[in-house]
């Protein structure tokens, strides 16, 4: 089996094996793929470790890294909170994107395809994190104002299924990459006057498939990918833009994904004083 890394900062993943072809989704620097197949020397058909997702990626844009390595770094990495921040080496910067990951990073230092960065902006470790919404709002907000694009998951074009993702990432949740797969996690919110900060709204379109979601904030408010990251109004009748003041997104369910997790095994929990302290970069 065959395993690769992105060592760059946003890389394209298409639906077809061509530069021209559509950009379904983006692997964030530190991300990892399997290669499931290949399409001569440039191409190579990725399932990505973190939502399985399958696409096709330009092979000169991923790193090979072994079995082992792939195991070690699955559960064992950070997630960059900075917008966009350098990752030194001896010879070069790699500019890294809010949401990237950092394999076995140690506060300082990480290690990618056996070569040595220095990061020294903000980082959380998922693992030492305990989700929850505030914690999950925070992140959120600081996409606000990222642009809207088809397929994109940074901070410099995100959509909407994109933008739940990558928050819920960095808390150490895995969610699908798209909507109308997202919908399907979590427990039932009946009426969205009940939703909590934190829950996810979906939206359906005139065909009344799911084609949006977005994250629930206090009093009556969301935020979500619609043309940028902002905050609008919501109530039982969907998104009520704020700008434009008229109905933009119908509402189809509420899910709430926080409380629907495992919970912890004591002996398993991180320490009180480090999650405190991942807290408070915030």
Not at 94 to 115: E, H, Q, R, W
Request: proline share 5%; hydrophobic share 35%.
């Amino acid at each position: 089996m065959n395993y690769g890394i992105c060592p760059l900062s946003v890389v394209p993943l298409r639906s077809a094996s061509s530069d021209s072809s559509e950009m379904v989704s983006q692997l964030l620097f530190g991300e990892m793929v399997e290669v499931i197949d290949r399409k001569g020397k440039n191409w190579s058909k990725v399932r990505c470790a973190w939502d399985n997702y399958i696409g096709w990626v330009d092979t000169k844009q991923i790193k090979p890294i072994t079995p082992t390595e792939f195991e070690e770094y699955q559960n064992n990495f950070a997630c960059s909170i900075e917008l966009m921040q350098g990752a030194m080496t001896k010879e070069h910067s790699v500019p890294v994107t809010i949401g990237a990951s950092l394999p076995k990073y140690d506060g300082m230092n990480f290690s990618l395809n056996g070569t040595s960065f220095t990061f020294s902006g903000q980082a959380v470790v998922p693992s030492e994190l305990k989700p929850n919404s505030d914690l999950l709002i925070k992140i959120a907000r600081r996409y606000l104002y990222a642009p809207y694009q088809w397929g994109g998951r940074s901070p410099f074009g995100i959509d909407c299924s994109g933008f739940t993702q990558i928050i819920f990432k960095m808390l150490g949740i895995r969610l699908p990459r798209d909507s109308a797969q997202q919908v399907e996690v979590g427990e039932m919110v009946d009426f969205v006057e009940q939703a909590q900060a934190g829950d996810l709204a979906f939206f359906e379109n005139k065909k009344g498939v799911i084609t949006h979601v977005g994250l629930l904030l206090d009093d009556g408010k969301i935020i979500h990918a619609s043309g940028q990251v902002r905050i609008d109004k919501i109530d039982h009748f969907g998104i009520f833009n704020v700008d434009s003041e008229k109905y933009t997104h119908k509402l189809r369910v509420t899910k709430r994904i926080l409380q629907t997790l495992p919970k912890r095994i004591k002996e398993e929990s991180p320490d009180e004083n480090e999650m405190t302290n991942q807290v408070e970069i915030f």
